[in-house]
């Protein structure tokens, strides 16, 4: 069964820290990988996206890494902010035509 | 360029009672999902859209749940006979498809209450 599991499920981190999401999926065919960040009562918006052959993903503070071959993805977050309290979101496309799957979100608290 | 709409926001339906909820993609976009967030879960897929076809439908509710994208005008989700196991939040996500590549790009969401 295509699943895609993130850990941990919760996280509180101190402004100006660093965290590292984690996401581990058992989904095939493997099309891409995409990070995205939810904010409390709004829809998801892109951080980044992988395919196959890229091992590593940034954007800005974020960055993204993918091993395709143990299928496992990273989320890195440096100098965290209050505004990066949020849901995390892993996301693994399985075809061409970019089906989805979500996984469960790892939900994050930067405190002052 | 305006980002990806929902209407409405929020939507109160009695048990019952049929629930329309409206997407409008961003320009130029011809490919659009619908996913379903229940409470305190992930985001779930249900159905995906071209501009007057339905691709894959296959995270739909067979009943009472439909999906179109007419050649003009938003794509419509609509719920017959709500219940109150449908209470969800509903997000579309649109994309330009093809060599305009696959990013999606997601609405605000409406929130839909049975009551």
């Known amino acids: 069964k295509n699943q895609v599991e993130q850990s941990p499920q919760s996280l509180i981190i101190l402004e100006g820290k660093n965290c590292t999401l984690q996401?581990?999926?058992?989904?095939?065919?493997?099309?891409?990988l995409r990070w995205y960040k939810q904010d409390t009562g709004r829809g998801p918006v892109s951080l980044t996206i992988?395919?196959?052959?890229?091992n590593t993903k940034s954007n800005g503070r974020y960055t993204a890494t993918l091993d395709a071959d143990t299928k496992q993805s990273s989320l890195h977050i440096t100098a965290s902010q209050l505004s990066d309290s949020a849901s995390y979101i892993c996301?693994?496309?399985?075809?061409?035509?970019?089906?989805?799957?979500f996984g469960p979100g790892t939900s994050l608290s930067v405190i002052p | 360029n305006a980002g990806v709409m929902q209407n409405p926001r929020h939507l109160v339906r009695r048990r019952g009672q049929e629930a329309r909820l409206r997407c409008s993609p961003m320009?130029?976009?011809?490919?659009v999902y619908w996913y379903r967030q229940l409470p305190e879960e992930g985001l779930k897929f249900m159905v995906y859209?071209?501009?007057?076809?339905?691709?894959?439908e296959s995270g739909m509710p067979k009943e009472r749940f439909s999906a179109e994208f007419p050649k003009e005008g938003p794509s419509i989700l609509r719920i017959q006979q709500v219940v109150r196991g449908d209470s969800a939040a509903y997000f579309c996500?649109?994309?330009?498809?093809?060599?305009?590549?696959?990013?999606?790009?997601f609405g605000p969401g409406t929130r839909l209450t049975v009551t």
């Open positions: 996301v693994v496309s399985e075809t061409s035509y970019d089906k989805v799957i």
């Open positions: 992988m395919t196959f052959s890229e």
């Open positions: 996401c581990n999926y058992t989904v095939s065919p493997f099309s891409n």
């Open positions: 996500a649109s994309s330009p498809g093809g060599t305009g590549g696959i990013e999606q790009y």
């Open positions: 859209l071209q501009k007057e076809n339905i691709i894959d």
């Open positions: 320009k130029g976009h011809s490919h």
